[in-house]
Antibody, heavy 121, light 107 residues
Framework: QLQLQESGPGLVKPSETLSLTCTVSGGSISSSSYYWGWIRQPPGKGLEWIGSIYYSGNTYYNPSLKSRVTISVDTSRNQFSLKLSSVTAADTSVFYC?????????????WGQGTLVTVSS | DIQMTQSPSTLSASVGDRVTITCRASQSISSWLAWYQQKPGKAPKLLIYNASSLESGVPSRFSGSGSGTEFTLTISSLQPDDFAIYYCQQYNSYLLTFGGGTKVEIK
């Protein structure tokens, strides 16, 4: 059974860079049928797709966040990572890592449990 | 960018009711639409993909329809486990967009 687990600091100071890692187990991140993505959800609000990465390193980013986002992949560790720079309180969210399947359109079929990141001094 | 608008934002219903949620795209997305269910404190769960295809393991009371810019998610007979927030998501290209969500609450 595929599992995804987010890890990283739960508290980040304003203007700093938020960094999270997603570890994939029960399957290979190098599969040709899937991208790997990050989605966030501010407390009490809706879902926002941040971006996705293919095992080769090809990336797609949300245009509204593109200038601040970097997603990278480490196939040797079966992990992918998110960096979000110049954070403000508005970036406080639950961050989910996920598998983006291209087998049935482009949909999210596996999610991590989510991790709350608070931006505060 | 493609914008997704869901309505209503909140829906009050009773067990056994037929419930319909609408999602509109700002431009045509063919049938490239998925629906998710999210319960408090949990990650979303995929229900429907390609506008009308039921994900494996999802009860048949859930159905999706539509194409182009207007889509619906229908729950034929609402069950206690169905009270949750529902999101649509478009995938026209690899840039994904979610709708704002519809909360289905107990009447």
């Amino acid at each position: 059974q595929l599992q995804l687990q987010e890890s990283g600091p739960g508290l980040v100071k304003p203007s700093e860079t938020l960094s999270l890692t997603c570890t994939v187990s029960g399957g290979s991140i190098s599969s040709s049928s899937y991208y790997w993505g990050w989605i966030r959800q501010p407390p009490g609000k809706g879902l926002e797709w941040i971006g996705s990465i293919y095992y080769s390193g090809n990336t797609y980013y949300n245009p509204s966040l593109k200038s601040r986002v970097t997603i990278s992949v480490d196939t040797s560790r079966n992990q992918f990572s998110l960096k979000l720079s110049s954070v403000t309180a508005a970036d406080t969210s639950v961050f989910y890592c996920a598998r983006v399947s291209m087998l049935r359109g482009v949909i999210i079929d596996y999610w991590g449990q989510g991790t709350l990141v608070t931006v505060s001094s | 960018d493609i914008q997704m608008t869901q309505s209503p934002s909140t829906l009050s219903a009773s067990v056994g009711d037929r419930v319909t949620i609408t999602c509109r795209a700002s431009q045509s997305i063919s049938s490239w639409l998925a629906w998710y269910q999210q319960k408090p404190g949990k990650a979303p769960k995929l229900l429907i993909y390609n506008a009308s295809s039921l994900e494996s393991g999802v009860p048949s009371r859930f159905s999706g329809s539509g194409s182009g810019t207007e889509f619906t998610l229908t729950i034929s007979s609402l069950q206690p486990d169905d009270f949750a927030i529902y999101y649509c998501q478009q995938y026209n290209s690899y840039l994904l967009t979610f709708g704002g969500g519809t909360k289905v609450e107990i009447k």
